[in-house]
């Protein structure tokens, strides 16, 4: 296992300060950079070589590393480490990804970004309905992974800084952003991070078009062409939980070709 110390806080806060392109996470006041924490990044895969590319990668960024060879170590290390961000590979002999984050979700909203071989659009549902945050599928340019990796650990921390509660009411739907709690006709759902996120965003932009672009880099944080399978997905996933009839819906409504609009009319009673 590679592991390298890292730089305990007091408090609820905790500051982050990332060498790469400039990006610093800053959560409460600043400080001498030399003595802020860097995010703490646990990688689980049972490529050694991929592991050890990683560490490198990510410790020249000014990351902290610490790694894992199967689910159950990943567990054991998540239990003994502030781990900040979670690279899980999908398909592992021991433990899989998946139970991984069913296990870290009981306990745990650590962003996760899944490594994985498969592109297939049920994998892709699986991993969302089970909370991950993002997912690069191998084999991945470094660049992409980074641009993922700084877009979560950005909501992350602006989340942390936001202590006012802010609650959206539009038609029968309540989102409350600072518990992340959504009801939907008086009753509680259950929504992934990926969901949530694109939830809030249409309803802060009612009846406005939201272009697949700019979901990219709004939603997810990250600047390239526009992951149409991730959005499409999180999206069918988002009516199926919102809409009374899905495949009609009232609320999220595609502009075809061009993207989604969250509209403020009531959903029709028949």
């Known amino acids: ?15 982050f300060a990332v060498g790469d392109a400039g990006h610093r996470y800053v959560g409460q006041p600043q400080s001498n950079k030399a003595t802020e924490p860097s995010p703490l990044v646990l990688v689980v895969d049972d490529d050694a070589a991929l592991r050890r590319m990683l560490t490198l990668a990510l410790k020249n960024d000014g990351y902290t590393v610490i790694t894992a060879g199967n689910g ?34 009981k306990k745990s909203d650590v962003p996760i970004i899944f490594l994985t071989a498969r592109a297939r659009i049920d994998d892709l549902v699986k991993g969302l309905e089970l909370g991950g945050d993002q997912y690069v599928t191998k084999p991945f340019v ?13 909501r992350v921390h602006q989340r942390a800084n936001d202590h006012l509660a802010h609650i959206i009411t539009i038609g029968d739907i309540v989102l ?47 600047h390239s062409s526009p992951d149409v399978n991730f959005m499409r997905v999180t999206m069918r996933r988002l009516r199926m939980k919102i ?23 009531p959903p029709h009673v028949d």
């Open 176 to 222: 409350h952003e600072e518990k992340c709690e959504v009801t939907v006709r008086g009753e509680p759902i259950s929504l992934t991070p990926s969901e949530f996120r694109l939830l809030s965003y249409l309803m802060h932009h009612p009846d406005q078009l939201i272009t697949k672009e700019e979901f990219q880099a709004a939603v997810w944080g990250y």
């Open 72 to 105: 159950v170590e990943a567990l054991d290390i998540f239990a003994a480490h502030p781990v900040d961000l979670v690279l899980l590979d999908v398909e592992m002999p021991i433990m899989g990804g998946h139970s991984v984050c069913i296990e870290l979700r």
């Open 142 to 154: 470094l660049q992409e992974l980074r641009a993922r990796m700084r877009a979560v650990l950005d």
């Open 1 to 15: 296992m590679d592991q390298s110390a890292h730089q305990q806080t007091s408090g609820s806060a905790r500051r």
């Open 243 to 265: 809409e009374i009839d899905p495949s009609n819906p009232q609320y999220l409504q595609t502009v075809h070709g061009a993207g989604y609009r969250f509209c403020r009319q």
